[in-house]
């Protein structure tokens, strides 16, 4: 698969993720401060990312060293639109229902290089001493 089908269903995964994560903290701001639905809100839809981006995206077996390193892929996500949302909603008076949005789409080229490097990289270092099967 061409890196810029990979990109078109990361997109589409992003699109899926994005719409997940907003229901989710739309929903849990009702009860928590919006720091806190967003970071919870967050966690869970990247556990639904990391399925969707190894199956469609990727075509990559899950494996619990992937499913381990996918939050290193979030993390230049989560350190963006966490900043972006506080500056929004703090500094700028953005509504707090709206900033994850907008948040968001800045963090859409770093999160695909670094997912793309940690979903495709090969599950166990080989051993350049020992022959391959």
Known sequence: ??????????AL?????T??????YLVLLHW????????????LSMTGSFFLNSYFTYRTR???RKFLLFPLTNAANFVITTGGVY????LAGFSSQYAPLV?????????F?????IMLRPDAPRNPSVPAR
């Open 62 to 64: 899950p494996t619990w």
């Open 87 to 90: 500056l929004l909603v703090d």
């Open 19 to 24: 719409a997940t994560y907003y229901g989710c």
């Open 1 to 10: 698969m061409t890196v810029k089908a990979q990109l078109a269903r990361f």
């Open 13 to 17: 995964v992003g699109a899926v993720n």
């Open 113 to 117: 290089v670094v997912s793309r490097t």
């Open 103 to 111: 948040a968001a789409a800045a963090a859409i080229p770093i999160t």
């Open 32 to 43: 928590l401060p919006y720091i806190a639905a967003h970071v919870l809100a967050f966690a």
